[in-house]
């Protein structure tokens, strides 16, 4: 879970959020046996208010804007580039 953030801090995220979100990238889905995939990149003015050290949780990333159907989760940190989430759900 996320630390508890100031009022400060959640007008701020608030106001990134509104500025921001229609910036989110969505990449085309792509699958292999198992699952379906597909990376989001989010600008990079909102990567602060991603977790450190960690995947996002679902409320977290739909928190920031993102928008996905049900059944998607983060799978794996890009590393360097930590504004490029990458997620999956099982293929139906």
């Known amino acids: 879970m996320s630390k508890a953030l100031s009022s400060k801090e ?7 959020i509104e500025r921001w979100q229609d910036e989110i990238y969505y990449s085309p889905r ?4 198992d ?10 003015a909102l990567v602060k208010w991603l977790p ?3 995947l ?3 409320d977290e990333w739909r928190g920031l804007g993102i928008r996905q159907s049900p059944g ?4 794996l940190s890009h590393g360097p580039e930590e504004h490029i989430l ?3 759900r099982d293929k139906d």
């Not at 959640?10 to 990134?16: A, F, G, N, S, V």
């Not at 792509?30 to 046996?33: G, L, M, R, V």
């Not at 998607?72 to 799978?75: D, H, K, L, Q």
């Open 35 to 44: 699952y379906e995939y597909r990376h989001v990149i989010v600008p990079k």
């Open 72 to 75: 998607w989760e983060t799978y």
């Open 52 to 54: 450190k050290g960690r």
């Open 56 to 58: 996002a949780e679902e």
């Open 10 to 16: 959640l007008e701020q995220k608030r106001k990134d």
């Open 86 to 88: 990458l997620f999956r």
């Open 30 to 33: 792509y699958s292999d046996d």
